[in-house]
């Protein structure tokens, strides 16, 4: 089982992505869990959200605490919050920075794999200026997954809501992020 | 097909599916996200319900009696304070042995205010005569609901139900569901034909009466009859469930691991997917340990649950809400269950997960290894708690 926790700021798009993650592991054929931290939805505020994914059912219903891969989709919160806690030394942190990943390891502590992208960057060079999106990509693809599947559900769950251009361009940010996780193995 | 959706959704799902005759609600805080959906399938034309949006839940309740008594299939959904406010007239909804099926998105009771989890309002609901059920998973709270719907309105039970699942975790939470398709879904439901109903001007009959003590007494008698009908129909709706959909849902709770335990945890929703993990674990290890998980929670199968349980020698009775001054009100079945008994387990309570306190794997490793040194009392035991 893998378990990986998100942190990103209300209104940034975590839980959502979050859920597109088990969306993409349920066509993979996993098991799949996302579920955001229950706590009052404030635009700005530190929020987390969380998935498990697994070849098998996954019965638990507790908390996660010492996840695989930790991501950061807002700078921000390094310096406010302890992304890496209970994160597996051999675990996996993907961050949201214009930083190098030593300058990561150094701020957070954190001696394992680090994947640093500037997603705000990617966003805003493919026009859309949500990170969510290229931080989703980075993490399907250190998860494994097929970038076809990736683009395909959000395709499907945000095809609905958005204009044609500005979904195309999410695609285009979405594969961004999904070349900077590339090559990262994520280990169960 | 599998998909992913949280709780709040499996269940709007199954309502979708039952499409009922009316549905009130109150909107607003507690009010769950399947009202949100369930308007939204209605406003889509996607189902034929006239939905009720009412000014409390006491009115959401009393607009379901109404609609009810009128002959329609009725549904609706709340949660901890919603519930309180809906209790009056749960009491007389079954009363009038009238089977409003509702989802109880299960979170704590105020004072402190707070949104999160526990079994507090189901139990506050406890002794109005409602079926309560408790699922697991959405899953579970998606294939109850269906069941519930025929149970209720099975002609030797008529009475209120409750479908309980545990607030943010089931509700909000997206998991792996596996709703059947509509066709089969609504075959298995069938059609409701309500008896006596007050809009056959024809046949004029009285509901809700006033009842002095000559009568008040007998009319109680009989809605025990109703509740002694639902074990029996429980067991035949599961059965047809399994037939209709090759889904595995047998007896009225679950035993895992149980049939050579010596140590066991009874527990009922979500927790019950979290002890499974911990069974698995400990059982990993060479422990003989198991866990009971409870779906029919009223009527309480006493002889059921005695029966499964009087190999075992301690059991920790786990419940989510304190009923003060009293044991825990699972604990307190099942210490009925054993009254009438000589073989009987060691039997402690235990209080977990007040107000969403998360209750981890360890936590119930833990509990089950502390069983084997405990020394029986009746005090309560607490799980995650800070002291």
């Not at chain 1, 890496?84 to 990943?101: F, M, Q, R, Y």
């Not at chain 1, 395909?152 to 095809?159: H, I, K, L, S, Y």
Request: net charge negative.
């Amino acid at each position: 089982m893998k378990e990986i926790r998100w942190h990103g700021r209300g209104g940034q798009g975590a839980k959502t992505v979050s859920q597109i993650l088990a969306q993409i592991n349920l066509r993979e054929g996993k098991h799949v869990q996302s579920f955001p931290e229950y706590g009052p939805e404030r635009s700005g505020a530190p929020v987390r959200a969380f998935n498990r994914i697994d070849d098998g059912e996954i019965k638990i219903h507790s908390g996660v605490y010492e996840p695989h891969v930790a991501v950061v989709v807002d700078e921000s919160l390094l310096d406010t919050e302890n992304t890496a806690e209970g994160l597996k030394p051999d675990g996996t942190l993907i961050v949201n920075t214009k930083c190098s990943a030593d300058d990561i390891r150094s701020r957070t502590g954190f001696s394992g794999t680090v994947v640093a992208l500037d997603a705000n960057k990617i966003a805003d060079d493919a026009g859309t200026g949500f990170p969510n999106i290229p931080m989703l990509g980075a993490v399907a693809a250190a998860l494994g997954s097929d970038l076809e599947v990736v683009e395909d559900e959000v395709q499907q769950t945000m095809g609905g809501k958005l204009s044609k251009d500005i979904l195309e361009k999410n695609l285009v940010a979405l594969r961004g992020g999904y070349e900077a996780g590339k090559g990262v193995h994520v280990g169960s | 097909m599998r998909k992913v959706m949280t709780g709040h959704k499996a269940v709007a799902e199954a309502m979708r599916q039952i499409e009922p005759n009316v549905v009130a609600v109150y909107p607003i805080t507690p009010q769950s996200e399947i009202a949100e959906y369930y308007a939204e399938y209605v406003h889509n034309g996607l189902v034929s319900t006239e939905l009720v949006p009412v000014e409390s839940e006491h009115s959401a309740m009393s607009a379901c009696v109404g609609a009810s008594a009128a002959g329609a299939r009725v549904m609706t959904a709340t949660a901890s304070q919603g519930l309180a406010l809906m209790v009056e007239i749960l009491y007389i909804a079954a009363s009038m042995r009238l089977p409003i099926v509702m989802a109880l998105a299960n979170r704590a009771l105020s004072g402190p205010i707070n949104i999160h989890c526990d079994h507090s309002d189901a139990y506050l609901a406890r002794d109005a005569g409602a079926i309560q059920i408790f699922a697991e998973s959405a899953q579970e709270a998606y294939d109850y609901t269906l069941i519930a719907q025929r149970l209720a309105e099975h002609n030797q039970v008529r009475l209120p139900a409750i479908v309980n699942l545990d607030g943010f975790t089931l509700t909000h939470s997206v998991q792996v569901v596996e709703p059947l398709d509509d066709e089969p879904a609504k075959k298995f439901v069938g059609s409701y034909k309500p008896i006596y109903p007050l809009l056959d001007v024809d046949n004029p009959s009285t509901w809700g009466p006033f009842a002095m003590p000559d009568y008040y007494f007998e009319l109680k008698r009989a809605q025990v009859a109703g509740i002694e009908a639902v074990p029996e129909t429980f067991l035949e709706v599961q059965k047809e469930y399994e037939k209709a959909t090759g889904r595995n849902y047998r007896g009225f709770f679950e035993a895992y691991q149980l049939e050579d335990a010596e140590r066991v945890l009874v527990v009922m929703g979500s927790t019950a997917g979290t002890a499974k993990v911990a069974v698995d674990e400990l059982r990993a290890a060479g422990e003989k340990v198991g866990l009971l998980k409870v779906w029919l929670y009223r009527p309480f199968p006493y002889a059921e649950v005695a029966e499964a349980l009087s190999h075992v020698k301690q059991v920790a009775v786990l419940d989510r809400a304190i009923s003060f001054g009293a044991q825990g009100a699972l604990y307190s079945d099942i210490a009925t269950a054993f009254a009438h008994r000589d073989r009987r387990p060691a039997l402690f309570n235990y209080i977990y997960g007040l107000g969403g306190r998360d209750t981890t794997t360890e936590h119930l490793t833990q509990t089950l290894s502390e069983l084997k040194s405990a020394r029986p009392g009746e005090e309560l035991r607490y799980i995650g708690l800070r002291e």
